[in-house]
């Protein structure tokens, strides 16, 4: 919601009223935010499902619309896919997935392989790269990412795809004019069906926590993420071989104008990362998968 006081209230009284008109059985508020609270408890389903403490703890006259609660973290540790399947055990349900897994359809990896073929790229024989991310304190150097390129590409002989949304593409230039190893960029050229069917294909995935990270995760692709201020123990990659390289905490400050340091999502922290840890990690997941490729064949 954005707008002035008037604009906002507006806007929170027309999605209540619209979501009252479905009458909802049942609501899992995982947000678990002063606003959630008020939307479940407005729409006021028989069944809500809310967290028991909360993550932000009640205020005065504030109330937990919730009637059935579910724990901060359920079965699996303190990783947050844990904390989004708890609502799941609250209501008695068996967790028969726990892991994310999400493939892409069949037309949409005929596409990615004829793009990938049109670069003169085999399957599993490139990395996927995105350097982007929602804010800038949690995007590596271009200037990094391009050395590590070159390093990676030294002895692997892996093509490097460069993945992201078109707002990317200036970052993406940065890069390329900075590698000695050709790079095909892909960045802004792919819809989200697509960029799941290419990471499918990818060897490895190498890039900033992000979307596309959790992507290539999910598709069950290994992965090298690179982590700031936020905490890969509860917001890493699951279910693929992966390192998650984060530098030495507490962060000293490198961006003093721009850092809001008790917000994981507006810190500089990752800037904080060499290059010789990040393509070390990449070597060490290639060896360690390739030693699984080579048993499975």
């Not at 604009?7 to 009252?20: T, W």
Request: hydrophobic share 40%; net charge positive.
């Amino acid at each position: 919601m954005r707008g002035t006081a008037l604009e906002r209230g507006k806007e929170l009284y027309a999605m209540v009223r619209a979501l009252r008109g479905f009458r909802f059985d049942l609501t899992i508020d995982l947000t678990d935010s002063k606003t959630s609270r008020i939307i479940s408890g407005f729409v006021n389903a028989k069944t809500r499902v809310g967290y028991n403490p909360p993550e932000r703890p009640l205020k005065l006259l504030e109330r937990q619309p919730a009637n059935v609660f579910a724990k901060p973290f359920g079965f699996g540790g303190q990783h947050f896919v844990y904390r989004y399947l708890s609502p799941i055990e609250a209501l008695g349900l068996d967790l028969r997935v726990t892991v994310p897994s999400i493939q892409p359809l069949p037309f949409e990896t005929l596409k990615a392989l004829a793009l990938l073929g049109k670069h003169g790229l085999n399957p599993h024989g490139f990395v996927a790269v995105h350097a982007g991310a929602s804010f800038k304190g949690r995007q590596w150097q271009p200037e990094r990412f391009a050395e590590a390129i070159d390093e990676i590409a030294t002895g692997t002989g892996l093509g490097f795809v460069l993945v992201g949304g078109p707002e990317e593409q200036g970052t993406a230039a940065r890069i390329i004019a900075r590698t000695a190893t050709p790079v095909v960029d892909l960045v802004g050229t792919l819809s989200l069906n697509t960029l799941l069917a290419v990471l499918k294909q990818a060897r490895l995935f190498l890039g900033n926590e992000s979307g596309p990270m959790h992507i290539a995760a999910a598709a069950g692709i290994p992965v090298v993420g690179l982590f700031g201020l936020t905490n890969p123990s509860r917001w890493g990659p699951l279910g693929v071989p992966s390192i998650a390289l984060r530098p030495p905490m507490p962060c000293d400050c490198v961006a003093k104008g721009l850092c809001r340091r008790t917000d994981p999502r507006k810190a500089c922290c990752v800037w904080r990362l060499k290059v010789r840890p990040v393509v070390e990690a990449a070597r060490e997941i290639l060896a360690r998968t390739e030693m699984k490729r080579e048993r499975a064949v």
